[in-house]
Nanobody, 125 residues
């Protein structure tokens, strides 16, 4: 089993920044693909960003391109999401997730095996 723990959420004004962290522990091979998803009240969970185990491939949903940056530190087994120029529509619970298929990238949350508990991000206008 792989355990994921998010941190870094909070309340911020529009235009502000937050940095989310996701610490992985347990039976991690270090080659898992990882991603960030978010879920706003009354909406389905949606893809935000992903990164391969080596960090050489990243992908973002269109609404966050140019504002969010995903990265990972393989030594620390930690993934990050730097969120800049935040907007009220970014308000959601943010989840990190991982899957064991190192050669694949997925935007479908159903493909991810391991999930964190989520961290709330609230952007006020």
């Amino acid at each position: 089993q792989v355990q994921l723990v998010e941190s870094g959420g909070g309340l911020v004004q529009a235009g502000g920044s937050l940095r989310l962290s996701c610490a992985a522990s347990g039976r991690t091979s270090g080659t898992e693909g990882m991603g960030w998803f978010r879920q706003a009240p009354g909406k389905e969970r949606e893809f935000v960003a992903l990164i391969t185990w080596s960090g050489d491939i990243t992908q973002y949903t269109d609404s966050v391109k140019g504002r969010f940056t995903i990265s990972r530190d393989s030594v620390q087994n930690t993934m990050y999401l730097q969120m800049n120029s935040l907007k009220p529509e970014d308000t959601a619970v943010y989840y990190c997730a991982a899957h064991p298929y190192s050669s694949y990238i997925y935007v479908d949350p159903a493909k991810y095996t391991y999930w964190g508990q989520g961290t709330q991000v609230t952007v006020s206008s």
